[in-house]
């Protein structure tokens, strides 16, 4: 069985040994959490080197059959089952899952209440959430959504502050509706790729009743051009990207991400923030540049002129913003649109900067949430203007805020930046007035980071917050690992830029 | 020695992470040895390049290494060696040099004095890896590095609110320069297809750069235009200056490198990097000539009235900047390199004398000073040699490169600028020693902070004498002495005569200039010296002209007026179109499910017979549509 | 006139049917009407015994005639009487908690 | 089809008529008893027509258990509840109305299924029984062919039995 196969099952072996375990320590179940999230993050590591970087195919695959539908279209058999494999795109995001879920992990209270539970769906959740990175089948893949989906809202809901079960439900609901759309679009694909209304006709034999995502991938390239029509094609695409906009809360589905953020708790939010709501982006291009390239170009100034209305809509509802948490998330919808505008731009440099975006978004959102996270602990409070000076007395996590906040901005030698300049490449390349008009937001993130930073870390320090210690040991770990990943790929974008030149240009190709 | 060039940069960067690794509780002579002797190092690399370059003008190269693939372009990072990059990497290494030694003196017994000199030390990285990029990428990005240190090195008295502001204001508004900058070297990217310098060029000179939506002339002029407007933010050119006064927040010896000497003439230094894109444009050219000449003027304006002795230096700055940007705005390549090379002498000098006042008075209003001249004398007499150079008095350093300025834009036939120039220079000469007798002569009128005041230690000293022997004979590098060779040599990047124009000296104007500077200098000492002219009474006189100085044109008010708030008045719309419109509109759409459930739920009567009824009659409706419409019952 | 010999079984399928459907509808009709539990369960008895004519004849006149027919009707006896049983000992309990066998009043399902 | 006027056919209907009228009959009355009473009318009747039908078994099946074991067990159940109840008079409300239109619907649907179906005829000579009594064919069927749905059905009535036993009994601890 391939690595990639393990990538998910192993988490997921943690959380069913911690259900069936009868009450013991916390502790125990912390162990076997942790040590689930440190070995997939072992194996992850050992798939970089077991993965051929010099093409893009699906490498390290696994798959188990499940059941066979016979006769199901068309005289055909459906062989329905669990399929995984990494290709350039999966790799990356795979890795950052493995290392965001670990650190997620580790940044649950050790004395929490409920913590068998805790550990439950936060390992669940990293099953789901690799599983969807890493899955090479419409199945898994919509299996591994819905587990997403209920995992975290159960993480919400249960270890949450005050209006988290409000907030709970409302994140439900939304990416219920995404996963419903998700569902739709791509049994769509499906469809259109087995023949559409054409099926059993002469002139579609090649086409292929599968859900292989690979090959539905290859197939649909012909299918758009040859038997598909375009209004066909184009309502499965608008299906598809009703639900990446809901999923990845863009403007103005995005509701339920400063709601959610606000009310749950810091591991979640990094979980959320560092990976969740990656999961649309990926969708889209995977299955909307990957299968529906036509539609994509077709769409493209609609996407491009949403991804500009995101990068600026974020900024300013982030300036705006009161607390922390709503400011990192509206930051990260902020980033999430240049990954919308990358995408629109449809060349090699949007597309790359799209996919760096993703991690670099992932990787500093989680960072963000930790760091704030651990203030919160100290000073009970995130509303930025009741903070102040806390550099005096922890001088630590405002380096790391302050590294973060930067990266956040798109500040050269951090991650943020490459992804920013790819993105904004390949925009001015395709629409250069949409672009213009969304550079304004490198400005605005300085902004109302900076604003954010003034007033948590500098200025005089309230008498409350001088007693207040610095960064713990073990808070040491999440914070040099999220910033040391923030840098590598910052200062060595090429560590990662191959493997995403790689999947750009397959997806281009593809393209035609 | 070319091919060392590296170790110019990398020296600080050791420094940086040796002291990272030693910690925020790092003896302090430790921390300054080590930074000293490794940028003296890199002063030397620095020096070796420039003369190695010097001897062989024809060894300059590029090294590179790839960084990111791009489709099918690989972007490179490395270095590369041209006259104009060892200019300036002497210039940053030596002013660094002193600095480093002079804040020995001055943040001693700093809480946080090893984070000091760490911030510093990555300052003089950035900065010199900045001069040193063979792309127009890697300058970008450690052009954003020394935007950082200076935001971290402003701030560094976090715990100052003025402080944490003026770091925050230096950012934003050096950054909204950087968006220009930014979309201009994407715009140049894909117009060329690389970052190089030299295809960049190579396309511009000859018209390739193409984009299907511009004609390559008005992409050539975008773009410069773009790549000033990255420039003007930095090198606090008009309207983006309004930050630099504000830095003065920062301690001193930062305002002395960073925001005198070295990051604010990156500004200066982009331009002249960039300069074949701008010649191939003449409207962008004749933008950086006004906006230099503006500014020059505003700024020396505006220095006139202030209060605090560093924001006149800080005025000052600005001043001279645009100076700078006007001599290459009006073709004079090498003159407005000449003159970033001495006003970084004679502009370090001054702030580092302010420091050394401010180090020993404890305050930074000027009209708390006074007769500080019998107590520190070497401050004075350092303080002097600046002031004199900057004012453009024979034969101090700033009467060759201000006069060769002013002789370019008058022989260039930049009428309206010479005369701009001009009336800059009589305010210089008038605000600096303003200064300086409101500072050394007269009577203390703060009997109290002047009494302990002192001289330095010899740390602090010794900085202040090399370059206030520097402010009065790098002037002479550039003379019929050694036959022009700073120019000589900075013409050598481009044999063919691309880059920009020298003039023959001009003896009557430099007659009438060095005129103009005595009369300024003589009014200051009518109205502060020697006070025969009052200047309460002037102001009073000309109070709506005073105010309108005093205030710096009200450019602050205006752009928190406009800018921020405008942004702030964005922001509270989306904010309340987030939380009220759209929040409202999801949670109606919420309540209509619930109230859907409501209305639905009188429908469970509990009686199971009305459902029955209910259920029965769904049949017989299924049975007759089923009837009808299959048919073949009746 | 069917091929069969001697005489046909005098009562027409038909009216047997037919018997059965009015039987059927007349219990349903109480069984959605009344309200009387008792009532509605007698009402049940008697669709039930509708369809047991049905089996019935269909076992007499049916296409296939065989004995299943009646067996299945005896089944049918068998399971109403457990039903009725069971079905009046819930009456009993629900009347010893409520003092009423009225329909209406079993309404624990209301909003 | 001719109606022939001939002894089971005048004894169907003669059964038939008080068949329909005891259903009627026990839906028009207004006493809970009277209605317990009248269903008797119905199953009695009903087992004369299985007589007819030659389902000697069947009928006797009928005749005991319904009208023996079920109509009686209906009267102890309304003596043991409220044996005055009374039906309220019919009204015409929406629910019922309903029902009614409903039930007369279904009625006629089905008798015009009834006749426009054509039904298989059947000799009058045809012997089910192979040649023994109903009662001891329908025992030969009964465990031989249907000895495991016959197992099953004891098995309900011993469920149904006992559970109506539990459910009946009073309860102490509950109030």
Known sequence: MGLAFWFTVIPLIAALLILILPKLDKAVYRTIALSGGILTLVLVLAGWFAFDGRTNVVQLAGRIPWFTLPGLWHGHNLVVGLSFGVDGLSLPLATMTAVVGLLALLAVPKDRDRGKENYFWLSLALTGLMAVFTSQDLFTFLVALELVLFAVFFLVYLFGETGHQQAAVKFLIYRGFSTVAFMVALVGLAWAAAGGYAAGNANVSNAVFTLNIPTLTATLHQAVSQWLSPAAASALFLVLLLGVFIEEAFVPFHTWLPTTHEHADTSTNMLIGGVVTKTGAYVLLRFGVGMLPGEVRHWGVMLAVFGVINILYGAFAAWSSKDWRRLIAYSGISHMGLVLLGVAALNSAGLQGAMFMLISSGLLTALLFFLTGAMKDRTTTLTIRSLGGLSKSMPMLSGFLMVAALGSLGLPLTSGFISEIQAFIGGFATYPAISFVGALGVVLSAVYMLYAMERTTFGPTAEGFLQLADARPFEYLPAVVLTGLVLLVGVYPDVIGHLFGLSAQALLRIGG | ?634 | MTGLGGPLFPIPTGSLLALGALLFCIGLFGALTRKNLIIVLVSIELMLNAANINLVTFSRLGVNPSLSGQVFSLFTITVAAAEIAVGLALLLAIFRLRRSSEVQDLNVHKW | ?175
């Open chain 4, 1 to 175: 089809m001719n109606f022939v006027w001939n002894g089971p056919m005048i004894a169907f209907y003669v059964l038939a008529l008080s068949v329909l009228g005891a259903g009627i009959l026990m839906l028009s009355v207004r006493k809970v008893v009277y209605m317990a009473l009248s269903i008797g009318g119905v199953f009695i009747g009903a087992a004369g027509i299985y007589i007819l039908l030659g389902a000697e078994f069947v009928a006797v099946a009928q005749i005991l258990i319904y009208v023996g074991a079920i109509t009686i067990l209906m009267m102890f159940a309304i003596m043991l509840t409220n044996h005055k109840a009374e039906e309220e008079p019919f009204r015409w409300t929406v629910r019922n109305a309903t029902a009614a239109v409903g039930s007369v619907l279904l009625a006629l649907v089905l008798l015009a299924v009834i006749r426009s179906t054509t039904w298989p005829v059947q000799s009058a000579n045809l012997n089910l029984n192979g040649g023994n009594s109903n009662p001891v064919a329908i025992g030969l069927v009964m465990f031989k062919q249907y000895a495991f749905p016959f197992e099953l059905v004891s098995l309900v009535l011993i469920v149904g039995l006992v559970g109506a036993v539990i459910l009946a009994q009073e309860r102490k601890e509950e109030e």
């Open chain 2, 1 to 634: 020695m070319v091919e060392y060039a590296w170790l110019a940069p990398v020296l600080p960067l050791v420094g940086y992470v040796f002291l990272l690794a030693l910690g925020r509780r790092a003896a302090e002579g430790l921390v300054a040895g080590v930074s000293v002797i490794l940028t003296f190092l890199s002063f030397l690399v620095s020096l070796a390049v420039f003369t190695a370059l010097g001897a062989h003008p024809d060894v300059t190269g590029t090294y590179t290494m790839r960084w990111l693939t791009l489709g099918a372009h690989s972007i490179d990072v490395g270095f590369q060696v041209t006259h104009l990059n060892a200019l300036m990497l002497v210039v940053v290494s030596a002013v660094s040099t002193l600095v480093f030694l002079f804040s020995k003196g001055y943040m001693h017994k700093d809480e946080r004095f090893p984070v000091f000199y760490q911030y510093l030390n990555l300052f003089v990285f950035s900065m010199m890896a900045l001069v040193v990029s063979p792309n127009l990428l890697q300058l970008y990005i450690f052009w954003e590095m020394v935007g950082l240190c200076s935001y971290l090195l402003i701030g560094f008295w976090y715990f100052k609110p003025e402080a944490a502001l003026a770091a925050k204001k230096s950012f934003i508004v050096t950054r909204l320069g950087d968006v220009g900058l930014f979309i201009g070297i994407i715009l140049l990217f894909l117009s060329s297809g690389s970052f190089d310098y030299s295809t960049v060029f190579q396309a511009a000179t000859t018209g390739h750069l193409g984009l299907s939506w511009i004609t390559p002339a008005d992409l050539t002029t975008l773009t410069g235009i773009l790549v000033f407007v990255g420039a003007a933010g930095k090198s606090a050119q008009f309207p983006l200056h309004v930050w630099l006064p504000d830095a003065m927040e920062g301690p001193t010896p930062v305002s002395a490198l960073i925001h005198a000497a070295t990051m604010v003439a990156a500004g200066v230094y982009l331009v002249a990097r960039m300069y074949p894109l701008f010649v191939a444009s003449g409207t962008a050219l004749t933008v950086v000539a006004w906006v230099g000449g503006i500014t020059a003027l505003l700024g020396a304006l505006i220095a006139l009235t202030q209060r605090d002795i560093k924001r006149v230096i800080a005025y000052s700055t600005i001043s001279q900047l645009g100076y700078m940007m006007m001599g290459l705005g009006v073709g004079a390549y090498a003159y407005g390199m000449f003159h970033l090379f001495t006003h970084a002498f004679f502009k370090a000098l001054l702030f580092l004398a302010a420091g050394s006042v401010i180090h020993a008075v404890d305050t930074q209003d000027l009209f708390e000073m006074g007769g500080l001249g019998k107590k520190m004398r070497i401050t004075q007499w350092t303080f002097l040699f600046g002031a004199l150079s900057l004012s453009g008095v024979f034969p101090w350093a700033g009467f060759w490169s201000k006069d060769s300025i002013i002789n370019a834009t008058l022989q260039s036939g930049h009428m309206t600028l010479f005369w701009i120039a001009e009336i800059a220079a009589f305010c210089t000469a008038f605000y600096i020693f303003r200064v300086y007798f409101l500072t050394f002569h007269g009577k203390p009128r703060d009997e109290s902070k002047m009494a302990h005041a002192h001289e330095g230690s010899w740390v602090m000293t010794v900085p202040l004498i090399i370059l206030a022997v520097m402010a009065f004979i790098a002037g002479l590098f550039n003379t019929g002495l050694n036959n022009f060779g700073l120019q000589r040599y900075l013409m050598a990047d481009s044999p063919t005569g691309l880059i920009g124009k020298v003039y023959p000296d001009n003896v009557p104007l430099m007659i009438i200039s060095v005129t103009v500077a005595l009369v300024g200098i003589g009014l200051a000492a009518l109205m502060y010296w020697k006070p025969v002219i009052s200047a309460e009474k002037l102001a009073r006189n000309l109070s709506g002209l005073y105010r309108l100085s005093f205030n710096k044109f009200y450019l602050d008010e205006i752009y928190y007026g406009v800018v921020v708030w405008t942004g702030k008045l964005i922001a509270g719309i989306v904010d309340f179109f987030d939380r009220y419109i759209l929040d409202l509109i999801v949670r109606m759409l919420g309540r209509l499910g619930y109230m859907g459930g409501v209305g639905l739920k009188y429908t469970q009567t509990g009686q199971v017979q009305t459902y029955s009824v209910i259920a029965f009659f769904g049949i017989m409706i299924l049975l007759a549509i089923a009837m009808f419409h299959v048919g073949g019952v009746f």
